[in-house]
């Protein structure tokens, strides 16, 4: 009997020496492969590229609602600092 060797699970190093082998217009297929392949994928690399609108705008604002929220705001809005 032989037996069969368990592959090991694939990590980003195994990935990035595959890439180190792609010349750029086998990336940009890749990248376009991916594109199309996924809504996801486009909204990524959207952002990543700021292309078109600001996607990332409704999670900065809620970020920024909680960081510094309107009353408190306001009130260090009228402080003008040591006289």
């Known amino acids: 009997m032989t037996s069969k ?8 190093s195994d990935v990035k020496s595959k890439l180190a082998d792609v010349d750029r217009v086998g990336l940009i297929g890749l990248i376009q492969d991916l594109y199309a392949a996924n809504k996801d994928n486009q909204t ?19 970020i920024s609602r909680w960081i510094c929220p309107v009353n408190r705001r306001a009130k260090l809005s009228a402080y003008s600092g040591p006289s």
């Open 5 to 12: 060797q368990k592959k090991s699970k694939a990590t980003w």
């Open 44 to 62: 990524f690399l959207h952002a990543r590229f700021g292309l078109g609108e600001d996607i990332l705008k409704p999670y900065k604002d809620t």
